[in-house]
C-alpha cells in the first residue's frame, strides 16, 4: 500500500498499522423501528432512553420506545440531556445512569444527546472522578478499563456522526471551551440510521449539522498522513484517531461529494426526501472518516468559539441562553484554515474542492487554498450561514482570548498537517473574521 499511496509512505519512526473502529450499523428508511429487535439480540431487558426535550414528544422518541416495548424491554427515559453538552449535564445524566441499573442504553436525538449518553454510560459502567476521563492535558485521559454496556444510538440530525465515533463532547464550564472523552470503547454497538427522521429538522439545524459533516470530511481528508503522527503506540494502545489514511480517504471523499451535491437542497426545502437522505448517509460515512483519521484546526478553534461567544442565539435551537451551534462554529473557521494549509498538501484541497462541486479546471497548486476556500464560502451563503466571526459579535479586540481557547485543543491540532504557533491561531482567527 505504501509503495502506490505517495502521502501514506512509512518511516523507520512510523507506526506500521492503522485501526479503523465504527459501530455496526443498519442505514434506511423506517429503521428506527428496528430498536425492540436489535435490543433482544443484545439481550437488554431493561434500558435507559437518551433524549432532549423537545425530540422528548417526536415520532422519532415514540417510534423507538414502542418497538423496545413491543420487545419486552422495560423502557425509562431521560429526556434531561442539555443541548451542546456542559460538564453540569454530563454529571446528572451519569447520576441518573447509575442510579438506574440499566442494562443498556438508547439514545434517540443529536450529536448532543448520543454524547451525553455515551458519557452515562461510562461512568455509570466504571465510576470515577468526572476528570479521570476526559482528554488530556485538560482532563487526566485515563484508559477506559473495559467495555461499557450497549448501545444503540439513534442519530436525528444529519451531521455529526456521533453514531460510528467513541467521543463525546462537552463544554468545560471551568475553562469554557469544548473538550471530550476519547475511546474506542465508546463506539455505540449498533447504530439505526433511519433518514426519515429528517423530515422534522429545521433549516438551521439542517444547515448547522450538515457543514459539520463537511468539515469532518474535509479534515479527515487533509490531516497529517498517519505514517506521520508523532509518538505512535501500537496495537490496543493506538489512539483512536491517526491521521489521514486510504480508508478514511475514501469515506471522506464519497461525503464531499454527497455534500456538495446536497446540502444545499437539504437546507432550503425540508421536503427535499433524496436531498436529506443523502446527507444522512453523508454524515455517517464522514462520521467513520473522521473516528479514523481524526480532526484538526477548523474543530480545534471552533472550540473556543462556542465557548467565547455572548449574546448569540440561532432559531431552531433551545431559548434562554447563549449557543453557537456547533457546525456553524466549524464551518465559520474553514476558508481561513484551507487558505492557511493547502501549501502543505495542494492536491488535496484541489481535490476536496472538485468533490465539493467548485470549479477546479486549470487550478495549479499555488490556487489551492483559494479554490477550496472559495467553494467552501459559496456553500456557506447559499445555506445562510454568517459571514465570518465578525458576525457573531467578535473582533480583532477578542484575538488574544480566541487563541487562549485554542491553544488547549492539543488533541486536535496536533493533527493538523502542519505545525501550528500561538501566532498562526491569531492569523487564522483575524481572517476568519469575514469572508465577503
Ligand atoms: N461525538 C462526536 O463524534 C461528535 C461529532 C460532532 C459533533 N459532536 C457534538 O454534537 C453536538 C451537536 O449535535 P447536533 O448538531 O446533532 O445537534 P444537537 O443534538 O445539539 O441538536 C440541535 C437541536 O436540534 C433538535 N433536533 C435534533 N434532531 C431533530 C429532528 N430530527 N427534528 C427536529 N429537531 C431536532 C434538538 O432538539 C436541538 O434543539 C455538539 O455538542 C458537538 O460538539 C459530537
Ligand atoms: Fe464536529
Avoid at 439545524?205 to 490531516?223: K, Q
Wanted: include cysteine; charged fraction near 20%.
Amino acid at each position: 500500500m505504501a509503495c502506490c499511496h505517495a502521502d501514506f509512505a512509512l518511516t523507520d519512526a512510523s507506526d506500521k498499522a492503522f485501526t479503523v473502529g465504527m459501530s455496526t450499523f443498519t442505514f434506511g428508511h423506517g429503521c428506527l423501528g428496528e430498536a425492540g429487535d436489535q435490543a433482544r439480540e443484545l439481550g437488554l431487558r431493561r434500558v435507559a432512553l437518551f433524549t432532549d426535550a423537545a425530540l422528548r414528544d417526536s415520532a422519532h422518541v415514540a417510534t423507538v420506545s414502542s418497538s423496545l416495548a413491543a420487545a419486552g424491554v422495560d423502557v425509562v427515559i431521560y429526556d434531561a440531556v442539555v443541548v451542546e453538552p456542559t460538564t453540569a449535564s454530563f454529571k446528572a445524566a451519569a447520576k441518573f445512569a447509575t442510579e438506574g441499573g440499566f442494562d443498556g442504553y438508547v439514545s434517540v436525538g443529536g450529536g448532543s444527546v448520543m454524547d451525553t449518553c455515551k458519557a452515562a454510560n461510562l461512568y455509570a459502567t466504571y465510576p470515577a472522578e468526572f476528570m479521570t476521563y476526559v482528554n488530556a492535558p485538560i482532563g487526566a485521559g485515563q484508559k477506559v478499563p473495559g467495555p461499557v454496556k450497549p448501545h444503540i444510538a439513534c442519530p436525528t440530525t444529519a451531521g455529526t456522526g456521533s453514531e460510528t465515533t467513541g467521543i463525546a463532547i462537552f463544554n468545560l464550564t471551568e475553562i469554557n471551551a469544548k473538550t471530550g472523552i476519547i475511546s474506542r470503547r465508546l463506539i455505540p454497538t449498533v447504530a439505526l440510521i433511519d433518514p426519515d427522521v429528517t423530515r422534522t429538522l429545521g433549516k438551521n439545524v439542517m444547515a448547522a449539522s450538515g457543514f459539520d459533516c463537511m468539515s469532518h470530511a474535509l479534515e479527515s481528508l487533509t490531516a497529517r498522513a498517519w505514517p506521520r503522527r508523532q509518538n505512535p503506540a501500537r496495537g490496543a494502545s493506538r489512539p483512536v484517531s491517526q491521521g489521514a489514511n486510504p480508508f478514511s480517504d475514501a469515506l471522506a471523499s464519497e461525503a464531499l461529494k454527497a455534500v456538495g451535491k446536497f446540502l444545499v437542497r437539504a437546507v432550503n426545502d425540508a421536503s427535499d426526501v433524496e436531498a436529506r437522505t443523502e446527507m444522512m448517509y453523508a454524515a455517517t460515512q464522514a462520521g467513520i472518516a473522521f473516528n479514523a483519521a481524526g480532526c484538526h484546526l477548523p474543530h480545534g478553534l471552533s472550540y473556543a468559539v462556542s465557548g467565547l461567544a455572548r449574546d448569540f442565539h440561532v432559531p431552531g435551537y433551545p431559548e434562554g441562553k447563549t449557543l453557537v451551534p456547533h457546525g456553524m462554529a466549524v464551518v465559520l473557521n474553514n476558508p481561513s484554515v484551507w487558505r492557511y494549509t493547502a501549501p502543505c498538501a495542494p492536491e488535496r484541497h484541489i481535490r476536496a474542492a472538485a468533490f465539493l462541486g467548485g470549479e477546479t479546471r486549470g487550478a495549479m497548486l499555488e490556487d489551492a487554498g483559494e479554490a477550496l476556500a472559495g467553494r467552501v464560502i459559496e456553500l456557506m451563503r447559499a445555506a445562510g450561514m454568517p459571514n465570518g466571526l465578525a458576525e457573531l459579535g467578535f473582533g480583532s479586540e477578542d484575538i488574544d482570548a480566541l487563541a487562549n481557547g485554542a491553544e488547549p485543543q492539543y488533541r486536535v491540532i496536533r493533527n493538523a498537517p502542519k505545525e501550528v504557533s500561538r501566532d498562526d491561531l491569531k492569523s487564522l482567527f483575524g481572517s476568519a473574521m469575514r469572508y465577503w
